[in-house]
DNA sequence: TGCACCGATGTTTTT
DNA sequence: CATCGGTGCA
């Protein structure tokens, strides 16, 4: 996306066309029927696809008839721009966002027809995860057999399928398979969670797709008038849809047959969520006619980075027939680094953005760290934070999803749809009020009872048989009496003022604030932003009504992740993400870290050859990301789950084309002022000589071989024992012995009894003053020396 | 009813 | 190691 530093074409308003090449031009001027773009990664394709919208309107067509559908709110935001950009302001008018946001605005314009309040809250993840939970609590099912996660995936994909609960229980393949798998209860439970949800007046993720395609097929008059005005409908990321969201675009598309689909099969890393693949690949088959564009020509990499990715898409079999190719000057190799542990690995990467910016005089938002999963993130912080290297995090869990940031917003949501139990549960106990645990299993007994959601249930409370003590009913009617009132106001007041009122009003700031922990003391800060979170909104918002700000804001909010408020006037800073996160993105260094087997292709995704092939195209995502150079790093130890584990190089790694490839020879990183010892010297394999053991049984199986001893390391003799370099932990172990005077973070002081093992097994034991005798894993007690 | 502590459990990736 | 849910005590 943008322009990188090989994009230097300018677009301007009046030629645009000829800041396209010939196959880039023809896609964009090609009008009417279906048309697919195949668009190979840095091929111009978002440039292509805004200056197809700005080309319908320049040809006359109403912005107001055009449908854009992307996958990030961020993507839609930026295609936006860049239209107003070469099209003026009336591009205001076309429909764009991604497919939650859009069909959300028109599920809300046609609830009633479903049955749903036209305010119906969204269920986030955790929300459905907490209603999955206890309802096979309720039903007294094993939690290990129904694993809530699992169970809440199983409908997922039941829903991405269009699997109606209906359809479910006329299917005995369905019904056989979950017997098999000892779930025998899993069509009740998602019959039981579509209930509920409806009943609370609430759509998970998957119901603003799924609703929306029985809104399309139940209600021909609203197909119809649908269809007129999305005229010409576009597509970006294509290679992403699922069963359901290739539904709805067929309908919207069947009148008008004005279908532009834009995508890289060689980019589906979506197979998890439901994404199929087949979507795009069957495209000339499901729209005969359809006119295909193929964008081939790389504008973004050097020629080493795109012909090292060919060498690694070419290993799979599921693709479509082009040659991303590029007219890029070759650039550097790209360097692979292997490194003992991942602290190390982080350390690498500090050092090497620190270098690469001093001698390259570029800035820290040129460099991007990716990685397959999020937990990887935390050692590379800690090396960047040790080098005082700014960075960024994205994604991860989002503002949005802390606790005590859903608790305001559970408010606010319980004002909006009264129904919503999920907010409901959060709300009426926080901050704590005396309604525990046993008055709310009466009250949803009750509730049950009478069919009636709770709250309608506790607004009249005196007309129901209920056994409650004269002291829990005040606390309860005192509950509705103040909800009540907060939705007065917020029929009167902007979303700012209600949002202000119930922070206010609930004392969830002076619960915070009195327990001063600093953790609190940053909760309040949290709670502080939301608030002006809010007033932003309010103040870019340009709906007049009212009740409907508050409740747009709700629904910006469930479907944002990648909202965050970026900083735009803050130093630059050195991206952290996810390869997922990264899709669509570019920077001019990239590195991509733990590539290792199990990691990277991911242990879950080893199974079968199309979750194989996932993992490459993921691979191949990470690496088309880079503009100038990249870097892949490995550890051969690193810490999952609490234990130290031996790793070996990711596959991936051996199959990029070696002619394309550099090792960087760990020799050659000198350990900085003896701060550390270089393990890797001391490790089996000589760092000038690295080779890749090609994995001889592949699966997620536990590794055969005997697990590898601890490389000797030598006793370290150090100098100089200052707590001044960031590797004061590492130092600790080897200086402790026994009859030391300690202090642990917790425990106080203590003097070690004795120490046993030996590396990552290195275990003391200490007696407290306070607590007695404690084992304790070196590696993890953070112990000071005190004498 | 509320709170503190314990143990189990978990890591793919996201709208 | 972090988070969560459960349990047992005040």
Redesign the pocket.
């Known amino acids: 996306m943008g322009n990188g530093i090989f994009g230097n074409q300018n677009p301007s308003v009046k030629n645009y066309l000829d800041n396209l090449n010939e196959s880039q031009r023809a896609a964009v001027t090609h009008q009417e029927g279906p048309m697919i773009i195949i668009a190979g990664a840095g091929s111009g394709k978002t440039r292509v696809l805004t200056y197809r919208i700005a080309h319908l309107m320049a040809q006359g067509i109403d912005p107001f008839n055009i449908l854009a559908l992307t996958?990030?709110?961020k993507a839609a935001r930026e295609m936006k721009n860049r239209i107003a950009t070469v099209a003026g302001p009336e591009a205001s008018n076309l429909w764009m966002g991604?497919?939650?946001?859009v069909f959300a605005r028109i599920l809300r314009a046609e609830a009633d027809k479903l049955g749903f309040p036209s305010s119906f809250t969204i269920y986030?993840?955790q929300d459905a995860q907490?209603l999955i939970?206890a309802i096979i609590?309720e039903r007294q099912l094993d939690k290990?057999v129904y694993?809530t996660?699992q169970v809440l995936n199983r409908i997922s994909s039941f829903k991405n399928s269009l699997i109606t609960v209906r359809a479910y229980q006329n299917n005995p393949e369905l019904i056989q398979a979950d017997r098999m798998a000892k779930r025998p209860k899993m069509g009740e439970i998602y019959a039981e969670y579509v209930n509920r949800c409806f009943k609370a007046g609430a759509m998970d993720?998957?119901d603003l797709l799924l609703r929306t395609n029985e809104l399309l097929t139940r209600f021909p008059a609203v197909l119809y008038k649908y269809q007129d005005r999305f005229r010409y409908i576009l597509v970006d990321e294509y290679q992403d849809t699922n069963h359901s969201q290739y539904l709805i675009v067929r309908a919207l598309a069947d009148r008008f047959q004005n279908i532009c689909v834009v995508g890289d099969d060689s980019q589906s890393?979506?197979g998890?969520?439901g994404a199929n693949i087949q979507n795009i690949l069957h495209f000339q088959r499901d729209y005969d006619q359809a006119a295909i564009f193929k964008l081939e020509q790389n504008y973004r990499s050097t020629g080493n980075i795109v012909r090292a990715a060919n060498s690694i898409i070419s290993r799979n079999e599921t693709k479509l027939d082009k040659e991303v190719w590029t007219q890029n000057a070759a650039g550097g190799k790209i360097k692979i680094m292997r490194t003992y542990t991942e602290a190390d690995e982080g350390r690498f990467l500090a050092n090497s953005i620190f270098d690469n910016r001093m001698n390259q005089q570029i800035k820290y938002s040129d460099f991007a760290v990716l990685y397959?999963?999020?937990?990887q993130s935390r050692a590379i912080e800690d090396a960047l934070r040790k080098k005082n290297i700014q960075y960024k995090i994205y994604?991860g869990l989002s503002f949005y999803q802390r606790k005590e940031i859903k608790d305001i917003l559970a408010y606010l949501r319980l004002l909006i749809n009264p129904q919503d139990e999920e907010a409901f549960k959060r709300v009426i106990?926080y901050p704590?009020?005396?309604?525990?645990?046993?008055?709310l299993d009466k009250l949803f007994v009750a509730a049950n009872h009478y069919q009636k959601p709770v709250f309608d249930l506790i607004s009249s409370l005196d007309e129901i048989d209920i056994k409650l003590n004269a002291g829990?009913r005040t606390k309860i009617t005192d509950f509705v009496t103040m909800i009540r009132h907060f939705q007065i106001v917020a029929s009167e007041k902007n979303a700012f003022e209600v949002a202000e009122l119930v922070v206010k009003k609930t004392r969830i700031l002076a619960d915070l604030e009195k327990d001063g922990t600093p953790e609190s003391v940053s909760r309040v800060e949290n709670v502080q932003e939301l608030l002006n979170g809010i007033k932003d909104f309010i103040e870019v918002q340009t709906t007049k009504d009212r009740e409907a700000s508050l409740a747009v804001f709700l629904e910006d909010v469930a479907?944002a992740?990648?909202f965050d408020l970026e900083k735009e006037d803050s130093s630059p800073r050195v991206s952290l993400?996810?390869i997922?996160?990264a899709k669509g993105l570019e920077f001019p260094y990239v590195y991509i870290v733990g590539l290792e087997e199990n990691l990277f292709p991911?242990a879950?995704?080893m199974n079968t050859r199309s979750e194989l092939e996932e993992e490459r195209r993921?691979f191949y995502v990470a690496l088309t990301r880079a503009e100038k150079q990249a870097y892949l790093s490995h550890a051969q130890t690193r810490y999952?789950?609490?234990k130290l584990i031996d790793c070996e190089p990711s596959r991936f790694l051996e199959e990029i084309d070696e002619q394309y490839t550099e090792h960087l020879s760990p020799a050659r990183q000198p350990a900085q002022g003896n701060q550390f010892v270089d393990k890797s010297l001391f490790s089996q394999t000589p760092p000038d000589k690295i080779r890749f053991k090609k994995p001889l049984r592949r699966g997620p199986e536990k590794k055969a071989s005997p697990p590898k001893k601890p490389p000797f390391v030598p006793p370290r003799n150090l100098t100089r024992v200052s707590q001044a370099s960031g590797t004061s932990d590492q130092l600790l172990d080897s200086n402790l012995s026994v009859g030391m005077a300690v202090s642990h973070r917790k425990f106080g002081r203590g003097r070690v009894l004795s120490i046993t093992g030996s590396a990552a097994n290195r275990k003391a034991e200490i007696e407290f003053n306070t607590v007695g005798v404690k084992k304790l894993l070196l590696q993890?007690?953070?112990l000071t020396i005190i004498g």
């Open positions: 996958f990030t709110n991604t497919f939650h946001s986030d993840t907490r939970a609590k290990e694993k996660k993720f998957d890393i979506y998890f969520r397959r999963t999020n937990a994604g106990n704590m009020r005396g309604i525990g645990a046993t008055t829990t479907l992740t990648d993400m996810t997922h996160l991911s879950m995704s993921l999952r789950w609490g993890f007690a953070k």
